[in-house]
């Protein structure tokens, strides 16, 4: 089934369709640039504060995995659950980036990207 993409397109003046791991990934991405709280559809819904401050590790302890996964199971999507987060070295310069571990519902494999 194909869902409708994060943010919404028009293509030729119809709404743009993704397929469900995109659009996921996609929400995925603006969760993780969302400061926590800032959505009034739910009171935990963003994680970029995760991402900052003194306190940032190599890896995101397994509490903050929970709670993502909890808020996603809340708003009722279960294709996938986060497994690991953790930081990526950085280039002299360049901003930290993160690398999150996902596996869809029911599968032996996971998949990576870039957050």
């Given at each position: 089934?194909?869902?409708?993409?994060?943010?919404?397109?028009?293509?030729?003046?119809?709404?743009?369709?993704?397929?469900?791991?995109?659009?996921?990934?996609?929400?995925?991405?603006?969760?993780?640039?969302t400061?926590?709280?800032?959505?009034?559809?739910?009171?935990?819904?963003?994680?970029?504060d995760?991402?900052?401050?003194?306190?940032?590790?190599?890896?995101?302890?397994?509490?903050?995995?929970?709670?993502?996964?909890?808020v996603?199971g809340?708003?009722?999507?279960?294709?996938?659950?986060?497994?690991?987060?953790?930081?990526?070295?950085?280039?002299?310069?360049?901003?930290?980036?993160?690398?999150?571990?996902?596996?869809p519902?029911?599968?032996?494999h996971?998949?990576?990207?870039?957050?």
């Amino acid at each position: 089934m194909s869902s409708i993409a994060f943010p919404l397109r028009f293509n030729h003046g119809l709404l743009r369709k993704t397929d469900e791991r995109d659009a996921f990934l996609t929400l995925i991405g603006i969760m993780a640039r969302t400061p926590r709280g800032s959505w009034s559809g739910h009171k935990l819904f963003g994680f970029r504060d995760f991402f900052s401050g003194p306190a940032i590790r190599r890896q995101l302890p397994d509490p903050t995995i929970e709670e993502i996964n909890r808020v996603l199971g809340d708003l009722g999507l279960t294709s996938y659950r986060v497994e690991a987060i953790r930081q990526e070295p950085s280039s002299l310069g360049q901003p930290e980036s993160f690398v999150m571990t996902l596996r869809p519902a029911g599968a032996d494999h996971s998949l990576e990207f870039s957050i």
